[in-house]
């Protein structure tokens, strides 16, 4: 089974930025899609950004123009960069790994912090 260990997270400024890490066990490259979700305390889990094995990406509409997600296929590595961080992307952030049904997995999460 694929393990995902996430690292980046702290606290933050309003305004900052933070870029997220997800490191996997096996090759990303055949993964049909990864992703970042966060939760916040006392909400469900959400989906921040997405990306599949084409390339194409999808975000969360509150986190579009400031996130970005992307991969490095070598380091076998997901990325999430944050800009313009807002208190309200207080949260765990959870990297994701889907390679097939029944044969996905997720991280352990990282806290982000976005304070004054």
């Known amino acids: 089974q694929v393990q995902l260990v996430e690292s980046g997270g702290g606290l933050v400024q309003p305004g900052g930025s933070l870029r997220l890490s997800c490191a996997a066990s096996?090759?990303?490259?055949?993964?049909?899609?990864m992703g970042w979700y966060r939760q916040a305390p006392g909400k469900e889990r959400e989906l921040v950004a997405l990306i599949t094995s084409g390339g194409s990406t999808n975000y969360a509409d509150s986190v579009k123009g400031r996130f970005t997600i992307s991969t490095d296929n070598a380091k076998n590595t997901v990325y999430l960069q944050m800009n313009s961080l807002k208190p309200d992307d207080t949260a765990v952030y959870y990297c994701y790994a889907y390679y097939a049904v029944n044969y996905n997995a997720w991280g352990q999460g990282t806290q982000v912090t976005v304070s004054s």
């Open positions: 096996r090759s990303i490259f055949s993964a049909n899609r």
